[in-house]
C-alpha cells in the first residue's frame, strides 16, 4: 500500500535521460501546475488534495456567529408567525421551536443579537404559552436562563415586568417539579434588577414569600433550595446609583442566608454552592448601605460563620466554631508611652472589638 510520503507527491512525466526521479528541492514550489512540460514531478500537499480553499480558523468562528445570528433570527420570525392555542399540533411546533432555541451555541455577546430581540423573543414565547401546558412552561423557562445568561442580557424594566409577571404567575399555579426551572429563570430575570422588582418583593419574600418557604433548610428538596438562594442572592445584588431593597427584605434575606451557612447540607456540592450564594448574598447587603443588626446575637452569628468559612476546606484543619461569637469592648491602655508622649496626649483612646474565642 502506498503510504502518506509517497502519494503526496505524484509524477507527471519521466525525464529525458531515463533516470529515476529525485526528490524535489525544498525551495521548490509546492503549487501544481497543470500545463508543465515531461520531464517534471508536482508535489501535491495535504490542502492540495483536498480542499485548496479552506477558511482560516478565525473566518470560520466567523462564520459560525453568522450562523448563529442567522438561525436566531428565523427561530424569532418562526415565533412570531404563530398563533396560541390549545391543539397537540401547536404545543409540538412549539415545543420544537424552543428546543432549537436552547440547543444553539450562542458566543457571550454574540454580534447582531441584540438586549431588545433577546428580550421581545423571550415575551412572545411566554404569550404563547398557558400555564396549564406544564411542560411548555418548563421549557420556556428553561429558554430564559439559557438564553439571560449565555447572552449576557439585563432585561429592561417593561419587559421585567411582564417576564416576572408570568414567572411568578408560573410558581402559583404551576405543579412543584417544575419550580427549580422557574426558579432559575427568575434569578437570571432578578440579577442586577433588584430594584425593579418592587410589585413582586411581597411575594417573594414577604413573611410567607415563595422564596422564604423554599429556604427553609430543614423541610426543602435541596435543588429546590439551591435555586431558592441563587434567586434571593442575585435580588440582593447591588446596583450602584440605584436603590437598594427595603429593611425588612434585607433582613428577611439576611436571616435566610445565615441560617444556610450555619446549616450545611451533607452533600458537598449542594453546599459549597449554597454557601457560595449566601456569602454573596450577605457581602451584596452589607455594600448596599448600612443594615441594623439589632440584636447582639445577629452580629456574633455573623462573625462566627465568617470565622469558619474563612478556613473551609483547607486540607487536614477541621474545628468546630460556636454557634455566636461575642464581640467584647477592650479599652486601650490611658498609660503615657514614654517614646511618643505628644502621640498619646492627643491621641482620644477608643475601644477595640475583639472576640472571646
Not at 447540607?265 to 454552592?273: A, L, M, R, S
Not at 469558619?308 to 469592648?329: A, Q, R, V
Request: with cysteine; charged share 15%; proline share 7%.
Amino acid at each position: 500500500m502506498m503510504t502518506y510520503s509517497e502519494f503526496s507527491e505524484v509524477t507527471v512525466g519521466c525525464p529525458d535521460n531515463g533516470l529515476p526521479f529525485e526528490k524535489m528541492a525544498a525551495q521548490e514550489s509546492t503549487v501544481a501546475l497543470a500545463g508543465m512540460s515531461h520531464g517534471r514531478r508536482v508535489p501535491v500537499t495535504p490542502t492540495g488534495l483536498f480542499h485548496s480553499s479552506l477558511p482560516p480558523a478565525v473566518d470560520l468562528e466567523a462564520y459560525s456567529q453568522q450562523n448563529e445570528v442567522r438561525d436566531f433570527h428565523r427561530h424569532k420570525v418562526k415565533m412570531y408567525s404563530l398563533e396560541p392555542a390549545d391543539t397537540e399540533s401547536f404545543r409540538t411546533e412549539l415545543n420544537l421551536l424552543l428546543d432549537l432555541l436552547i440547543s444553539q451555541d450562542y458566543s457571550k455577546g454574540s454580534p447582531g443579537i441584540g438586549e431588545e430581540e433577546v428580550c421581545a423573543l423571550l415575551v412572545q414565547a411566554c404569550r404563547l404559552v398557558q400555564l396549564n401546558q406544564e411542560h411548555l412552561v418548563s421549557k420556556v423557562c428553561q429558554l430564559i436562563h439559557y438564553l439571560l445568561n449565555r447572552l449576557q442580557v439585563i432585561v429592561d424594566e417593561q419587559n421585567l415586568d411582564f417576564l416576572l409577571g408570568f414567572s411568578v404567575s408560573a410558581l402559583k399555579q404551576c405543579s412543584s417539579w417544575t419550580h427549580v426551572e422557574i426558579l432559575h429563570a427568575l434569578a437570571a430575570l432578578v440579577y442586577s434588577n433588584g430594584h425593579k422588582c418592587q410589585k413582586y418583593l411581597p411575594y417573594l419574600l414577604g413573611p410567607n414569600g415563595i422564596l422564604v418557604q423554599f429556604s427553609n433548610t430543614s423541610k426543602t428538596d435541596p435543588e429546590l433550595l439551591r435555586a431558592a438562594v441563587h434567586c434571593m442572592a442575585n435580588l440582593c445584588l447591588c446596583v450602584p446609583g440605584q436603590p437598594y431593597l427595603e429593611e425588612p427584605y434585607r433582613m428577611t434575606c439576611f436571616k435566610i442566608f445565615l441560617a444556610v451557612l450555619q446549616n450545611p447540607k451533607i452533600n458537598i456540592v449542594d453546599e459549597i454552592t449554597n454557601c457560595t450564594n449566601a456569602l454573596k448574598g450577605i457581602q451584596s447587603i452589607l455594600n448596599g448601605g448600612k443594615m441594623s443588626l439589632k440584636e447582639i446575637d445577629q452580629l456574633g452569628s455573623l462573625l462566627a460563620v465568617l470565622k469558619k468559612y474563612m478556613l473551609h476546606g483547607l486540607p487536614g484543619f477541621n474545628i468546630e466554631m460556636p454557634s455566636i461569637i461575642y464581640p467584647t469592648p477592650l479599652p486601650q491602655y490611658d498609660g503615657i508611652s514614654p517614646t511618643k508622649p505628644e502621640q498619646s496626649e492627643t491621641t482620644p483612646s477608643r475601644p477595640t472589638w475583639v472576640s472571646n474565642y
